[in-house]
C-alpha cells in the first residue's frame, strides 16, 4: 500500500508537476525540491517517533487529539481526508494528460475524451 501511494506522488508530483515549475522557476526548482524532500524526511522521522510511541491506528488525527485537544485531532483527520479526495482529481488530469500524449503526441489535444476514458 504505501508503494502505490509513493507511486501516485512521483507521478502526478514530480513527472507532471516538474515541467511546469522548470518553464516558470528554472533551476530553482531543484532547491525547492531539496527543502520539500527535507521537510517531508522531518515530518517521517516524526510519525516515526509517535507511532512507536503510541502504536494505534488514526495517526495524525490521534497525535492531534493527545498532545493537542480534540478539536485539532478532528481538523487534522478532515483534512487528510480532504487532501486524499482532492488528489483523486490530480490522478484523473495527469492520467489524461499522459494518455493524451501517448496516444496523440501532444498535450494540447482534447482531454475530455481522455479524462472520461480514464474516469470509467
Not at 512507536?52 to 478532528?74: D, T, V
Not at 490522478?91 to 474516469?119: D, M, N, Q, W
Amino acid at each position: 500500500m504505501t508503494m502505490v501511494a509513493v507511486g501516485g506522488s512521483i507521478g502526478t508530483g514530480l513527472l507532471l508537476g516538474s515541467a511546469a515549475a522548470l518553464e516558470v522557476a528554472g533551476p530553482g526548482v531543484i532547491l525547492s525540491y531539496i527543502i520539500a524532500a527535507f521537510i517531508a524526511y522531518t515530518v517521517a522521522m516524526a510519525l516515526g517517533e509517535l507511532a512507536s510511541m503510541h502504536p494505534a491506528a488514526g495517526s495524525f488525527g490521534l497525535y492531534g487529539e493527545l498532545y493537542l485537544n480534540q478539536y485539532l485531532g478532528f481538523l487534522c483527520r478532515a483534512a487528510y481526508w480532504a487532501a486524499i479526495a482532492f488528489s483523486i482529481g490530480a490522478e484523473l488530469v495527469a492520467s489524461a494528460t499522459y494518455k493524451c500524449l501517448r496516444k496523440f503526441g501532444s498535450s494540447s489535444s482534447p482531454r475530455c475524451s481522455c479524462s472520461s476514458i480514464c474516469a470509467t
